[in-house]
Nanobody, 124 residues
């Protein structure tokens, strides 16, 4: 089970840190990703971190502003979001899968486990 938290209402240019806490099993060997879904839009990939050596991947729209990291001792993954923009407003979901291959890492269909989502609202 995954639990996403840390969302809130901020102004443009400010920062938020999202957390994804796992329970029931260790996710240290899983790929863990963040996706987001804005009203009226499809869920889209934001960032991912692989189990091996912590390789990270980002959507072009967040590259240089967001940082994904993991703490396997705490069974948690984080998304540090800096320089937030109004277009970052969405519900953010964390997702995990043990067998996701690199070519599918941005595909929502590749993930078996999903958190409930946390709302991020950025005002201009």
């Amino acid at each position: 089970q995954l639990q996403a938290s840390g969302g809130g209402l901020v102004q443009a240019g400010e920062s938020l840190r999202l957390s994804c806490a796992a329970s029931g099993r260790s996710f240290s060997s899983y790929v863990v990703s963040w996706f987001r879904q804005a009203p009226g839009k499809e869920r889209e990939f934001v960032a991912a971190i692989r189990r091996s050596q912590g390789y990270t991947y980002y959507a072009d729209s967040v590259k240089g502003r967001f940082t994904i990291s993991r703490d396997n001792a705490k069974n948690a993954v984080y998304l540090q979001m800096n320089s937030l923009k109004p277009e970052d407003t969405a519900v953010y979901y964390c997702a995990a899968d043990e067998n996701t291959i690199l070519s599918a890492i941005r595909d929502i269909r590749a993930y078996d486990y999903w958190g409930q989502g946390t709302q991020v609202t950025v005002s201009s």
